[in-house]
């Protein structure tokens, strides 16, 4: 008899949400993660109507662990700035509480936790899954792999062109009321930064750097900041007098945004999250992808749905939102698109709305209804 019915490689959004469901459905699930704490992850901390619906539907109140409200989104590039109102009310709150909760849902739904555990092999067969951790071998009849941006041996994606950066901070008293209700997305050449409030008044800060801007800047995170604030007093203003809650940020290298994940990795072996689709950042949806794609692989396995049908008919529903997505995030690697994209959101704040809508995750209210 195989140890679990299923394991999960993976504790983040879709990992933890995928345990969960199917703990509450009766099945044996183990769930592995190789951080033994809170770990701040690189994801943008921004919460779309679709997302708080997804927690809400797992058993988290947001609004209850103190998640910051963002109404407006604030679009820059260089000394030019929009507004628009979003067209669905957000939220802030911070991966480090968040994936904790979720954990936490699904070890009191009766999942087992293994933490501190680094998965150096998954091998399928045609009898069930063998995953290696160290000189341990776990066995169970299905398995998922949730390990989000970071690769596991033996089952690589391709390769992107996107280093991405994390941190959280505490803002001086004029950025934190500049930023009130606001998401602020910076572009630059070579990439974007976005920033927002979660929970405790304080901020999250991503940024992302190509190829090109890693090699003219270099690697040095601080000296990167302060080359943004050169191209931005947005960016400027933000940080200046602020301070950072680590040492240093989060980061991730090789991010290859656009991706889907083709083919299945086995009958029996269902990919999550980043593992099955990767969405720019920027769109605010990636949570909402990883939090659907695990309870819909939850339930697909529950009804004796293999992988390669639950992977086909997933991507299906969000090739949509994935085409907009990609098509934003070429448009805004262009300078003059850019400044085009500013000037077009100030004179008709309608289009921003357009385009969010259009980004976002579609067939949630199917999932939590």
């Known amino acids: 008899m195989a140890d679990f019915d299923c394991l999960v490689v993976g504790g983040g959004l879709a990992g933890a949400a995928f345990a969960l469901e199917l703990a509450r459905g009766g099945a044996r699930v183990g769930l592995l993660e190789r951080t033994r704490a809170p770990t701040l992850k690189?994801?943008?901390?921004?919460?779309?109507?679709?997302?708080q619906a997804l927690l809400g539907y797992l058993g988290l109140d947001v609004e209850g662990m103190g998640a910051a409200r963002v109404s407006t989104l604030r679009l820059v590039t260089g000394e030019r700035a929009a507004h628009a109102e979003l067209p669905f009310a957000a939220a802030g709150l911070s991966r480090l509480a968040l994936d904790e909760a979720l954990i936490a849902k699904a070890a009191a739904a009766g999942a087992t936790v293994l933490r501190g555990e680094a998965v150096t092999g998954l091998e399928p067969d045609g009898h069930g899954v063998r995953i290696r951790i160290g000189s341990r071998v776990l066995t169970a009849e299905r398995a998922a792999l949730a390990s989000g941006k970071h690769k596991l041996r033996g089952w690589p994606r391709r390769r992107g062109t996107m280093t991405a950066y994390k941190i959280s901070l505490s803002l001086?008293?004029?950025?934190?009321?500049?930023?009130?209700?606001?998401?602020?997305?910076?572009?630059y050449r070579g990439g974007y930064i976005g920033a927002c409030h979660i929970e405790d008044g304080n901020a999250t800060l991503c940024w992302?750097?190509?190829?090109g801007a890693m090699r003219a800047i270099g690697p040095d995170w601080k000296a990167q900041l302060a080359h943004l604030a050169k191209q931005s007093s947005a960016v400027g203003d933000l940080i200046a007098g602020a301070r950072f809650l680590s040492p240093a940020p989060a980061a991730v290298s090789d991010i290859p945004?656009?991706?889907?994940?083709?083919?299945?990795i086995a009958p029996n072996v269902y990919a999550l999250g980043d593992q099955l689709c990767v969405i720019p950042s920027f769109t605010g949806d990636g949570t909402s992808l990883a939090l659907a794609s695990g309870v819909t692989a939850a339930r697909a396995i529950l009804e004796g749905v293999p992988a390669g049908q639950f992977q086909s008919e997933f991507l299906a529903r969000t090739r949509s939102q994935l085409l907009w997505a990609n098509a934003v995030d070429a448009t805004f690697k262009s300078a003059p698109a850019r400044r085009l994209s500013v000037a077009?959101?100030?004179a008709l704040p309608s289009l921003a709305r357009l385009v969010a809508n259009l980004t976002r995750a579609r067939g949630v209210a199917e999932l939590t209804g």
């Open 344 to 346: 077009a959101m100030a």
């Open 257 to 264: 945004y656009g991706y889907t994940r083709r083919a299945a």
């Open 172 to 187: 001086s008293e004029a950025a934190t009321r500049a930023l009130a209700g606001v998401v602020q997305l910076v572009g």
């Open 208 to 211: 992302l750097m190509d190829r």
């Open 42 to 51: 690189v994801c943008g901390d921004f919460l779309s109507t679709e997302a």
